[in-house]
């Protein structure tokens, strides 16, 4: 792979302390490259550092997030091959190289996956660990790390669902699994992340809640049948057995079952109806 081919993005707020030592490592090793900083609305200097240090440098007008950054990034890049990667000194210069040699061997996207060492807290490590396994079942292929931001994609392929993306944190869930659903292949290198230098852009409540909401959309994005369909299993089964228990108890059909059953179609609907809006959706996107 020719670095002339490669354009590296790093989403920036704030992050003067670790900027200019992320972006020496990457021009002494990727002199070629192509540099792209999106300044996400910093009240810092960062914008000034990237400059100063020869890349890119993008500015949006005031914060609209790390998806946004992603976005805006990707239509600005004119290189074959994207490298996504954090500008907080998390992300190890000299692993792209390995995301490269994965590349060459025809994968269409290659995520660093981080290890249990490189989890910021417990709770984290539980809820990415909880993700992945969600997402694994999913789509059932392994997914060793479903919200790393580091990642090597093909430019054309990576263009196509740019409508789709987020501007949160949660566009790694949204580009993979959309790859996934695509027929494309992933594939993981294990990492190591270090510990962020500055301070962490994430808020536990809000983004918990905000995460949470990426199970649903795991599922609505790859297939929605397959979420709705267990669900509606499940209340199915429990209005059964609630059925059951009143017959032998009382003798007879309560309410609350004929509301049990009728919830347990109504899911199943759903996600009839989702399966046939996504599947809309990529066929459009093709």
Known sequence: MTTTSLSIILPCLNESGALEGTLQKLTALYAHAEIIVVDD??????????????????????????????KTGARQATGDILIFMDADGQHDPADIQRLLAEIDKGHDMVVGARGMESQASTARLFANTFYNRLASWMVEQP???LTSGFR??????????????????????????????????????????????????????????????????????????????????????????????????????????????????????????????????????E
């Open 41 to 70: 609305g910093s009240s810092d200097n960062s914008a000034e550092i990237a400059t100063r240090m020869g890349a890119k440098v993008i500015r949006h007008p005031y914060r609209k997030g790390n998806g946004a950054a992603i």
């Open 152 to 285: 090597a994609v093909r430019a054309k392929l990576f263009k196509e669902f740019l409508s789709l993306l987020p501007n949160t944190f949660s566009y790694p869930t949204t580009i993979t699994m959309a790859f996934f659903r695509a027929g494309y292949s992933v594939s993981y290198i294990p990492i190591v992340a270090h510990k962020r230098i500055g301070k962490s852009h994430i808020r536990l409540f809000r983004d918990g809640v905000r995460f949470l909401l990426i199970i649903f959309k795991i599922g609505t994005l790859y297939a929605p049948l397959k979420l709705f369909g267990s669900l509606s299993v499940a209340f199915f089964l429990l209005a059964l057995s609630y059925y059951g228990y009143t017959f032998f108890t009382d003798g007879r059909f309560t309410n609350m079952g004929a509301v049990l059953f009728t919830t347990a179609i109504l899911i199943f609907l759903i996600g009839l109806v989702s399966e046939q809006i996504t599947q809309l959706l990529y066929t459009r996107k």
């Open 143 to 145: 997914i060793a790390d």
